[in-house]
Each structure stands twice: as C-alpha cells, then as structure tokens.
C-alpha cells in the first residue's frame, strides 16, 4: 500500500472514531439505540477502502461486494433508526435488502472492468428477484398473474448459470 492510501485510511480512521465517539456519547442524536447501523456500517466502510487499496482483482471485487453490501444496509437502517421510515414499513420494505445486495454486486462487476460475468448475472438475478418480491408486498392488488409466473425467475437465473459455466468452460 502507497503512503498516500495509508494517509487516506489513517484519516478515514479517525474520523469513523470520531463518529463513534459521538455516538457513545450522546453527540448529534446518535446513540445506541438509533446508531446501531453505524456497527454495521463501519466495517462495510473499511472493505471498500480496501477494495480501492488493493490490486488484486479478486480481493477488490470480495471486498467491494462485502462492503458496498454493509454500507447499504446500514444506510438503509438509519433510515428507521431515525425516524425517516417506520419498522412497521419493513414489513413491506424487506426485499430492498435483496435489491441492495444485487445493486453492490452489480457495482462490484463494474469496479472489475466488466470481466466477472457471474457477478452480472447474479446481480441482475437478485435484483429481479427483490423487484418480484417488494411487488408482492407494495402491491395491492390482485397478483394472481405473478402467483403463476414467478417460477419463471428460476428459470432465468439458471439459464444465465448455464450461459457463466459454458463461457468459462470456451475460454479455458
């Protein structure tokens, strides 16, 4: 790692240590009850500073996902930590986790340079998926259409397994 990125991480370190500091104490209307999607956050925070740190491929897309997942997620939760967005709303709102985690490895294949086909294809499988089902929640109204062709995203995600293995299995 350069001088120059351990400077950026020593000073993204102090000030995620201040924002603790804050929380802990009582600063700014955090505290433990509504920051507690700063825990998760945080580590979130780290995984990207490292993904952008490193130069190995592999690592940079783990650590990307990983984090780009936890940072959403707990920027999604502060949203009903503070008041935003009622918990009751999650009843409703609970595939925006699957969508989160499809648009972090969607990213994730675009940081790559566009190399990881699979990332694509799962992320466009969980997108879909957390559409199809914040429609079965959000939707009021007669879903008897979805009730019969939501199968079908099965079908769409395997065929785009089946097009990843014999990709790869060309290029070897």
Avoid: Q
């Avoid at 955090?30 to 580590?43: E, S, T």
């Avoid at 990213?107 to 699979?118: D, P, Q």
């Amino acid at each position: 790692m350069s001088k120059k990125h351990v400077l950026l991480v020593g000073c993204l370190t102090v000030l995620l240590g201040l924002a603790a500091y804050s929380m802990i104490n009582g600063h700014f209307g955090l505290n433990h009850v509504n920051g507690w999607p700063f825990y998760l956050a945080m580590p979130g925070f780290f995984s990207l500073v490292t993904a952008f740190t490193t130069k190995n491929l592999i690592a940079r897309l783990l650590f990307s996902v990983f984090g780009l997942i936890l940072l959403l997620l707990g920027g999604f939760f502060f949203l009903f930590s503070f008041g935003v967005m009622s918990w009751k709303e999650m009843e409703t709102l609970w595939p925006l986790c699957i969508i989160i985690a499809g648009v972090s490895e969607l990213i994730a294949h675009v940081i790559g340079g566009r190399k990881t086909k699979s990332l694509l294809f799962t992320s466009l499988g969980l997108i879909t998926g957390g559409v199809i089902a914040l429609s079965f929640t959000r939707i009021n109204t007669n879903l008897t259409i979805l009730d019969k062709v939501w199968p079908l995203h099965i079908v769409i995600l395997g065929a785009g397994i089946i097009f990843t293995a014999t990709h790869r299995a060309r290029s070897k």
